[in-house]
C-alpha cells in the first residue's frame, strides 16, 4: 500500500513538472531557456520567464523552439497556421496544425511573427431587424410590407447564423406579390480560416407556384478575411467568407410536379463597414443539380446599409433570385427592391 502511495506520489510530481516546463527556446551557444512564448516581432522572440521576467530574445540567436500551446504562426510567404511547435534539428521547427493535426515542416527563419491564437476566443453577437412597408390611396390604391432579421453568433470556434424575411403587396387587383424566406447555418472553426458548416434554406411564394423549398446543404467553408485583419482605414471594416458542399433540394409546387434532386452549393457572402456610418453587404448562394446542369437555383441579396441615429439604420436592398427550370408559365427571375429602416446591434 504504502509503495503504491508513494509510486502515485512520484507519478504526479513529474506530471506537475512536466506541465511547468511550459515552451522552451535552445540557442545556438547551447543555453535553454524554459518559460511562454508570448510573440514575434521584428525578429525578436519575446518570453515571459519566472526568473527574470519577460524577456527579448533575438530569432538569429534562436537553435530550436518548442511551443506547448497554439499559436498563430505567420510564414514569410503568407501563410498563417494556428499551431503548436516541435524541433528536432536546428534551424528547423515542425508545426503541428491546431483542429487538424496535420505536421508541416519550415525552417525557423521563414516565421515572419508569432502571435496568440484567436481560434477559440472569439465571442460577439450581432444583428439586425428591419421593417419596410407603404401605401397610397386614391386613383391608385396600393398597399406594401416587408420584415427582415438577422442573427449571428459566434462562440469559439463556432458560428451560428439565421435569418427571416417576409414580403407582401397588393393594389386594387388583388395581390401582388407575397413569398418569404428562414435559413440557418452553423459552422464550426477547424482553424481561423478554414469551417465546416451545414445549413437549411427553407422559403415559399405565391407568384412562383411555389408552396415550399428546401435545401440542406454541408460541406466546407473558408473565411478569407475577418474583420480587422486589415490596417487600412476603409478595409478594415471588410470580412468575407465562402464555401463549396453538397445540398439536397426539395421542390414542393402547387401546379407544377414536384422535383428533389442532389445538388452542389456554393456561396460567397461580403460585409463591409466601408465608413462609422456606411457599410455594404452581399450574400450570394447558388444550388446547381447534380443530375441535370439544366436545373439551378440562384439568390443573392445586396445592399447598402446607413446609419441614421446611433444604431437606428436605414436600409436599401436588392433581391434577385434565378430559378432556372420554374414552374411551366412561370418566369425565371425576380427581383425585389426594398428600402427599410430598422435597428442594430453588435455587442
Sequence with gaps: MRSSTLALFFFLVTIS???QEGDRVTLKDGSVIRGEVLSLEGG???????????????????????????LRFELKGGAVHPA????????????????TGRKVAVELDSIKTIKASTV?????????????????????????????????????????????????????GGLTARNSKARLK???????????????????????????????????????????????AYL???????????????EDFSQAEDKSYLAAKWSINMDWKILPKLSLFHHHEGYPSLADMDDFYVTTETGIRVSIYENFVSTLQVNWRW??????????????????????FDF
Design 84 to 99: 503548436t511547435a516541435s524541433s528536432s534539428e536546428d534551424g528547423r521547427l515542425e508545426l503541428v496544425l491546431e483542429g
Design 17 to 19: 513538472l512536466s506541465a
Design 236 to 250: 478594415k471594416g471588410l470580412s468575407a467568407y465562402g464555401e463549396l458542399g453538397l445540398s439536397s433540394v426539395d
Design 323 to 344: 430559378d432556372n427550370s420554374p414552374s411551366p408559365g412561370f418566369d425565371r427571375s425576380d427581383t425585389n427592391y426594398l428600402l427599410t429602416f430598422g435597428y442594430t
Design 186 to 232: 452553423y459552422d464550426y472553426f477547424i482553424t481561423e480560416e478554414l469551417f465546416l458548416f451545414g445549413s437549411l434554406l427553407a422559403e415559399e411564394d405565391s407568384f412562383q407556384d411555389l408552396n415550399l423549398r428546401t435545401a440542406v446543404a454541408f460541406g466546407p467553408g473558408y473565411q478569407f478575411i475577418e474583420t480587422g485583419d486589415l490596417e487600412s
Design 44 to 70: 525578436k522572440l519575446q518570453l515571459k520567464t519566472d526568473f527574470s521576467g519577460t524577456i527579448d530574445i533575438k530569432l538569429e540567436k534562436v537553435a530550436r523552439l518548442e511551443v506547448s500551446r497554439a
Design 120 to 172: 477559440g476566443k472569439k465571442r460577439s453577437i450581432k444583428g439586425a431587424i428591419n421593417f419596410g412597408g407603404g401605401a397610397s390611396d386614391g386613383n391608385t390604391r396600393t398597399k406594401s410590407a416587408s420584415f427582415n432579421a438577422d442573427l449571428e453568433g459566434r462562440f469559439d470556434n463556432q458560428r451560428l447564423s439565421a435569418g427571416l424575411a417576409y414580403n407582401y403587396a397588393e393594389d386594387l
